[in-house]
């Protein structure tokens, strides 16, 4: 049981470390020659410019910026939860309120992921002197771990759902 409860834990910390990465680094969409995420555009590492409401589709920025920092949050809120029920609920409830904010969390990262991914193309076209080269990129490792998080997130609100209290 001991084991069980050390995995679930690891899991959720590698949870929450996948979002910070992911909502932090500035590598959603990278280039030979810059990288931008959903807080700045860098070209050649030297020259970043902070996105900003002059940014065509900014609306659709903060949307992301804003369902990440609340991912990260939830995910952090459902582990402190979480210490607090393995010692408060009797022997055989469930962790159903951590699985629930567990889950709003997965949520919450599938949404950010999702805008991003229909709105990418649409961003970088409307804003050339931002984005000169963006045709030539790709999605960078920091888009990759948000769709990884969610993935986590998702088997981890599960595992908290299935998970009954014991001795």
Not at 27 to 43: M, Q, T
Request: aromatic letters at 16%.
């Amino acid at each position: 049981m001991l084991v069980l409860l050390a995995f679930i834990i690891l899991f959720h910390i590698t949870s929450a470390a996948l979002l910070f990465v992911a909502t932090i680094d500035n590598a959603w969409w990278v280039g030979d020659e810059f990288f931008a995420d959903v807080w700045r555009v860098c070209l050649n590492n030297t020259n970043c410019t902070e996105v900003s409401d002059s940014f065509e589709g900014y609306t659709t920025l903060q949307a992301v910026q804003a369902t990440m920092i609340l991912s990260t949050t939830l995910c952090c809120i459902a582990f402190l939860i979480f210490l607090f029920q393995l010692f408060r609920l009797k022997q055989g409830e469930r962790f159903v309120l951590t699985s629930i904010i567990q889950l709003m969390s997965c949520l919450c990262v599938m949404i950010a992921a999702s805008i991003y991914t229909d709105r990418r193309e649409e961003l970088h076209s409307k804003n050339k002197e931002f984005y000169p080269v963006s045709s030539e990129g790709r999605y960078g490792y920091s888009f990759i771990l948000a769709w990884v998080a969610f993935a986590f997130t998702f088997v981890s609100g599960m595992m908290y759902l299935i998970l009954r209290k014991r001795k």
